[in-house]
C-alpha cells in the first residue's frame, strides 16, 4: 500500500475524533434552544442547564448567556413565532381556518388533521403534510405553558382591522379628542 495513502488515512483519523471530541457552541444558536431552555428554568437552574447541555451533548453554553436569554425572551418567542407561523398559515390554509387559531388550540390542529385537506396536486399535498409534521415536533411538542408564553408573538389575522388607526386617520383623531377637553 501506498505509504501517502495510510498517512491520510491516519490523519482522517485523528480529524474525526478531534471532531467528536470538540466542545460545540451555541453561540448564537439560543433561539432554537431557547423553547427547552424556558421549561427547564421552571425546575433547574441556569447552571444545571448548562452542565446538562455541556455533559450530554457537548454543548458549551454558559449559565450566564443562558441567564441573558432568560432575560430577554422576547426576542426569543418572537424567533419561535416567526419560525412556526410559515407552517400554519400553510396548515391553516389547506382547512380554511386561521393560522393563529390552529397554532392556539391543540384540539383543533389535531381534529383538522384527522381531515382531508384542500390543496392543490401532490406538490402541495407534500408541503401541507411538512407543515403538519413541522407543527407536530416543533410546537405541540412543546409544553402548553411554553406555547403559552410564545402566542403574544404571534401575527393574529383575526384582530379587528378597525382598531388600527390608519396614518392619515391618526391627525383627524387627535384633533376630535383635543376638541372633546
Known amino acids: 500500500m501506498n505509504h501517502e ?52 451533548f457537548g454543548l458549551k453554553l454558559s449559565a450566564v448567556g443562558i441567564s441573558r436569554a432568560l432575560k430577554d425572551e422576547k426576542k426569543h418567542w418572537e424567533w419561535l413565532a416567526e419560525t412556526v407561523e410559515p407552517a400554519a398559515q400553510i396548515f391553516a390554509r389547506a382547512h380554511g381556518v386561521s393560522a393563529y387559531g390552529i397554532l392556539d388550540d391543540e384540539n383543533a390542529f389535531l381534529g383538522f388533521s384527522e381531515q382531508t385537506p384542500k390543496v392543490s396536486g401532490e406538490e402541495g399535498f407534500h408541503e401541507y403534510r411538512g407543515a403538519e409534521d413541522f407543527l407536530k415536533r416543533r410546537w405541540f411538542s412543546l409544553d402548553k405553558d411554553v406555547r403559552d408564553s410564545c402566542m403574544p408573538f404571534v401575527p393574529n389575522e383575526d384582530d379587528s382591522e378597525s382598531d388600527k388607526i390608519e396614518p392619515e386617520e391618526e391627525p383627524i383623531k387627535q384633533e376630535a379628542k383635543s376638541r372633546a377637553k
Open 5 to 56: 495513502f495510510l498517512e491520510f488515512f491516519e490523519m482522517g483519523e485523528k480529524l474525526a475524533q478531534c471532531a467528536q471530541e470538540q466542545e460545540i457552541s451555541a453561540r448564537g444558536r439560543i433561539s432554537e434552544l431557547f423553547p427547552y431552555i424556558y421549561q427547564a428554568s421552571k425546575r433547574m437552574s441556569t447552571r444545571a442547564i448548562s452542565s446538562f447541555l455541556a455533559d450530554n
